[in-house]
């Protein structure tokens, strides 16, 4: 009986000490961080310098940003570069937002760094300035005036 106890005993310390040492299984899904969402003044103006797609929707550019305009994110990533240091993004609108009803207005835009075309640029020489630019997935806009300076 007491060897039997004993072996009970040794075979839980063991099974303690395995599972110990075995990492935990992650589930199939990735664990991505979603990138913050910023809030930018500027001027909607079409993108006059995008080369010709597949797809015929209008493409606009974010320029003449405001430095003090829009509230931002003060614990943005780094990979989120200083307003200061960016002269214009390059909009990709959500399904239900409409800017070609700002276009040549100056607005408050709030979305997200779209960081696939962000960090990871398609060519190592632009092909258009807006390709340079940071793009930013747009999913509000409201007007702040009719015209821009």
Do not use: E, W
């Not at 299984?25 to 010709?52: E, F, H, K, L, N």
């Not at 940003?65 to 307003?83: E, L, M, T």
């Amino acid at each position: 009986m007491k060897k039997l106890l004993a072996l009970y005993c040794g075979l839980v310390v063991f099974m303690a000490v395995v599972a110990a040492q075995t990492p935990p299984r992650t589930s199939g899904a990735s664990s991505t961080t979603t990138p913050p969402t910023i809030t930018v003044t500027g001027c909607v103006t079409p993108d006059t310098m995008a080369t010709p797609s597949t797809d015929s929707s209008p493409r606009f550019v974010l320029s003449s940003i405001d430095p003090q305009g829009g509230a931002g994110n003060p614990s943005a990533s780094p990979a989120a570069q200083p307003r200061s240091t960016v002269t214009g993004y390059a909009l990709k609108p959500a399904a239900d937002v409409n800017l070609g009803a700002h276009l040549n207005h100056k607005v408050q835009i709030t979305g997200t760094l779209d960081t696939a075309t962000t960090s990871n640029p398609t060519s190592a020489q632009p092909s258009s300035p807006s390709s340079a630019m940071p793009a930013l997935r747009v999913t509000a806009v409201k007007m702040v005036s009719s015209t821009c300076p």
